[in-house]
């Protein structure tokens, strides 16, 4: 099964369904992204883009609220707090302050800046 993401204008996802490989299938059977997004488009207009269940592409499985990113072509979570920075060679959100590696659990605290023991 392949998944699709709808994107807006802005870029985006505001829908995620799962489309039969067999939509994919060009005229010489091989998949193809465009053809699902011919299929998600005719379904339910707007734009679609492929997005992987795995990760294998696109860096991340898309979720409602993520962003399309067309120039890093991946899909970006949003942002978990105000003082993460963006990360473009993971396309993912890191804390100002790494998450200690000592076999404990942590949350983070945004007024401190820090994680705390949980």
């Known amino acids: 099964m392949a998944h699709f993401a ?18 994919l ?32 592409f696109r860096k991340r499985y898309a979720g409602i609220g993520y962003e399309y990113n067309k120039i890093l072509n991946s899909f970006i979570r949003p942002k978990p707090f105000n003082s993460w920075i963006f990360d473009e060679n993971t396309s993912d959100w890191n804390p100002p302050t790494p998450y200690p590696n000592d076999g404990k659990i942590y949350t983070w605290d945004e007024n401190l800046l820090n994680w705390i023991e949980v």
């Open 6 to 23: 709808q994107i807006d204008k802005d870029g985006i996802v505001v829908n995620v369904i799962v489309v039969n490989n067999s939509e």
């Open 25 to 56: 299938l060009d005229g010489n059977g091989l998949e193809s992204e465009e053809k699902g997004k011919e299929f998600c488009g005719k379904l339910f207009g707007g734009e679609w883009v492929q997005t992987s269940y795995n990760n294998n």
